[in-house]
């Protein structure tokens, strides 16, 4: 439900709803417009009668909201969310690409990636600490140690670190040394997982599921919003379809689709999505031109000799001509008028 207050509302009144609401467990969400303030609110509303709201005097009426996800829909919050970690920032307008290697394998491996996507433009680096796999025989990363290579490459570069947490027996490590905490397509709907991440209130990456829909994706985030943590990032990694020519089906609908129900940034990962370095740059640029917030590369020195995911990694090399690239699409698009 929204509730939507009169103009001059007294703040002793708006404070004494607030009051009520959260007593129930109601998470409020302000909504500040030119004209219009508004309490947005998430969690089991059932609990409140509306007969209870309607009668403060500072309340015109009550709506409301259709769609389940009130604390990443756009009805709760109709501006761009942006979120800033260490200087950077994404959503908004603001474009950042997050770069590196699909797993960490050594300490010389990580800093000299770190420093080439730095140099080539990207705001954050990326790398596997923990791996998920399907094998239960391939390498599943180096744990803690991969970690504590991944912090010194990111110290050396100054770039803030985003890698992925699998269980829930590291979130004090990823509370205290990760910027922002991915949470993994096979782990989208790990409900458990997504509410303690939430309560860490840190920035979150979420990737879209392999076989989930948008708002189920969104219901996930929700999950961790409700936790406590309003920065998520959304990323779409491809979907399983039937078509095998590619590892998933890249769904670039899914940036304006979530850009028009959510006001959380959009990112899309070519590299999985694909799972061949030669169609990374094309479908980057493609996504930057429907509109993403920002991209998630794997990049390796030598992919041929990687750990892991090697076939879809690409050279530093071509990472730099692939930012060249995105700066020239998104430059059109200022000209075309679109952001």
Partial sequence: ?????????????VESIRRLLTSKGIIIQDIVGETTRMMGMAGDTSVISPDSIICYPCVERIMRVQEPYKLAGRKFHPSDSVIEVSGRKIGGGNFAVMAGPCSVESEEQMVSVAREVRAAGA???????????????AFKGLGLDGLELLKIAGRETGL?????????????AFAE?????QIGARNMQNFTLLRQVGELKKPVLLKRGLSSTIEELLMAAEHIMAGGSHEVILC?????????ATRNTLDLSAVPVLKAKSHLPVVIDPSHATGSRDLVEPMALAAVAAGCDGLMIEVHGQPESAMCDGAQSITPVMFERLM????????????????
């Fill in 1 to 13: 439900m929204i509730i939507v207050l009169k103009q001059g509302a007294k703040e002793e009144e």
């Fill in 123 to 137: 705001a954050f680096l990326r790398g596997g600490a923990f791996k998920p796999r399907t094998s239960p025989y």
């Fill in 160 to 172: 803030p670190i985003v890698t992925e947490i699998m269980s829930p027996e590291y979130l004090d």
């Fill in 177 to 181: 040394d990760v910027d922002v905490i």
């Fill in 236 to 244: 779409e990694r491809g979907i399983r379809t039937f078509e095998t």
């Fill in 324 to 339: 060249r690239g995105t700066a020239k699409v998104r430059e059109a698009l200022e000209g075309f008028g679109a952001r």
